[in-house]
T-cell receptor, first 113, second 112 residues
Framework: ETGVTQSPTHLIKTRGQQVTLRCSSQ?????VSWYQQALGQGPQFIFQ???????GRGNFPPRFSGLQFPNYSSELNVNALELDDSALYLC????????????FGNGTRLTVT | GNSVTQMEGPVTLSEEAFLTINCTYT??????LFWYVQYPGEGLQLLLK?????DKGSNKGFEATYRKETTSFHLEKGSVQVSDSAVYFC???????????FGTGTRLKVLA
């Protein structure tokens, strides 16, 4: 089975710019979640998408937005980048939206200068 | 709100030593509990899970028991190997919240 893949692996952006990160879910998974992992910290929940609808959201401002496509792949968009947005962004897919183990990709390392 | 607290690292052990990484949680309701492992340059991988009190999760020689009375889910392994060197994350999720709460991670370094 194909695992979760994310692109790009690394990205450098300037403050105020916009960025789009991409994720392909594991085969058979209909739910995708995005997490932000700052250096030395645990992942923080950004939001979850289930059947193309946002299904839950963490404490992140509206400039963090997402999409899920009919093939269950997903995008994370961040507008008006700030220095504190520098982090590892992890995509995770799961069989279902609730109480289902997460399968993570290797992440996208975003650096904002 | 719900939270997960795990012991700070780094933890440095010699090969074949016994490992314990402490994890406690606070939650409304009855969470499911997980341990994830992150190797350098990689995403998190599920190591083991337990979904109700007194359940024991186990995998690759690691085990953890869901203790409701002490709200704990400590990770143990009887004999660690150099290849176990990684960062270990304790996590919880509660039905209906759709999100996982992760601890800050504990870095384990095993010396040959």
């Amino acid at each position: 089975e194909t695992g979760v893949t994310q692109s790009p692996t690394h990205l450098i952006k300037t403050r105020g710019q916009q960025v789009t990160l991409r994720c392909s879910s594991q085969s058979g998974h209909n739910t995708v979640s995005w997490y932000q992992q700052a250096l030395g910290q645990g992942p923080q929940f950004i939001f979850q998408y289930y059947r193309e609808e946002e299904n839950g959201r963490g404490n992140f401002p509206p400039r963090f937005s997402g999409l899920q496509f009919p093939n269950y792949s997903s995008e994370l968009n961040v507008n008006a980048l700030e220095l504190d947005d520098s982090a590892l962004y992890l995509c995770a897919s799961s069989l279902d939206r609730d109480n289902s183990p997460l399968h993570f990709g290797n992440g996208t390392r975003l650096t904002v200068t | 709100g719900n939270s997960v607290t795990q012991m700070e690292g780094p933890v440095t052990l010699s090969e074949e030593a016994f490992l314990t990484i402490n994890c406690t949680y606070t939650a409304t309701g009855y969470p499911s509990l997980f341990w994830y492992v992150q190797y350098p340059g990689e995403g998190l991988q599920l190591l083991l899970k337990a979904t109700k009190a007194d359940d024991k999760g186990s995998n690759k020689g690691f085990e953890a028991t869901y203790r409701k009375e002490t709200t704990s889910f400590h990770l143990e392994k009887g004999s660690v190997q150099v290849s176990d060197s990684a960062v270990y994350f304790c996590a919880s999720t509660t039905s209906g919240t759709y999100k996982y709460i992760f601890g800050t991670g504990t870095r384990l370094k095993v010396l040959a």
